[in-house]
Structure formats: C-alpha cells, structure tokens
C-alpha cells in the first residue's frame, strides 16, 4: 500500500463512479420486480436493465483502476484483472474480488452482444442478485475510510 494519500482528482472520479453504482442499484431494484416473463418480452425494461448493468460494471471498474494504480502505479492488464487486484491489495475479499471480475466479464458480453443473442435468463437472474455490487460500494467506502481519504 503506498503512504501517499489519493490524490484529490482520483477521490473524486472513485466518488463519483461510487454514486453512479448507487443510481444504477436503485433503478435496478425496482426492476426486480418485472416477472420473468414481463422481462423476456418488454424490450424498454430489458434494454434499461443491460444498459444499467454496464454504467455500473464500468463504473466499478473505474475504481478498481484507479484504486490500483494509486496503490501499484500502473493500471491492472484487463477489467477482470483490476477486480482481482482489489482482492490483492485488501480492498475486497478473495470471493468478493472474483465476483466482480465475472462481473466484468458479464459486462463485456452485455457490450458486445445484441438482440436475441443476449441470454436474457442470465440477465434476469443477474437482476435478481445485486448483492455483489452493493458489497462492492461498501467494500470500497470501507477502504477509503481506513485510509483516512474521507476525512476531510
């Protein structure tokens, strides 16, 4: 871990990408509530879920970067690898960090794929287990207030 303190610029791009996640988890717990079937056919629903899915996977993605190249000084090699490296340097458990590489990966699939292509059961059971990325905030608000860059 360095000594240094995070810079103010890199606090506030992890803050802000922090509020987007929490925007994200709010949109998407009321979308819990769309019936399976409702899901597969209603294509507005579907496209705000995957879209959420991908500005909050990006946004924590966006931190662990940041959070890794404040502690390694270079970024990790891949969006999967920047999740790992946050179980490396303490930030999330071993289990947290390879959720959240897989949701990276789930992220790149949403990005890449369309239409009938994309499996929406796995979207849909995905919509029905936020809880990796509500323990990624926290994890993140628990690291940064242990090392003292919330305190002013």
């Given amino acids: 871990m360095t000594d240094e303190g995070l810079p103010a610029d890199r606090l ?3 803050l802000s990408a922090v509020e987007t996640i929490e ?5 998407l717990a009321r979308k819990q509530r769309v019936s399976r079937e409702d899901y597969k056919t209603d294509s507005d629903t579907r496209d705000i879920v995957e879209r959420r899915f991908v500005k909050m996977t990006e946004a ?6 940041e959070l890794a190249k404040h502690e390694r000084g270079q970024p990790p090699a891949s969006n999967p690898a920047s999740m790992r490296a946050l179980g490396e340097i303490g930030v999330l458990s071993g289990s947290q960090a390879e959720e959240m590489a897989q949701g990276a990966r789930f992220r790149n699939v949403l990005s890449h794929t369309y239409g009938n292509i994309i499996e929406h059961d796995v979207v849909y059971n995905a919509l029905q287990d936020l809880e990796r990325y509500r323990a990624f905030v926290q994890a993140v608000r628990d690291y940064l207030e242990s090392t003292g860059a919330l305190d002013d």
């Fill in 12 to 14: 506030n791009r992890i």
């Fill in 60 to 65: 924590a993605i966006d931190i662990a970067e």
């Fill in 23 to 27: 925007e994200s988890l709010g949109v």
